[in-house]
């Protein structure tokens, strides 16, 4: 699915913001942001399959992650990306631009 939305500039965050949280519903990344998903917890003890089963979690949340960051950066404009550049948790550069607007 190619989908394409405007790019966040200083007139149209409202419409920006719904549109990033359509998009990254869709690649399973908004439970991040909203931090109702956190990082699996690892249980001690673990062995054998409970094992890679954590490790196929971690890799899961680790990839909708950076994938929710790129949704963030790719979609705003390069002087809202400077703001954002080098952070990489999509958390904190979605609450930095929603901050500046």
Known sequence: MDISIEKLNANNYSAWKEDDKVVL???GSW???TE???VPNKL???EGEEVRTYQKLLKDYNLRKD???SVIYLSSEKEYRLLIAGIEDPVKAWKILEDVM
């Open 44 to 46: 001690s003890g673990i």
């Open 36 to 38: 109702e998903e956190k």
């Open 25 to 27: 519903r869709e690649k």
């Open 67 to 69: 994938r929710a960051y």
């Open 31 to 33: 439970r991040i942001i």
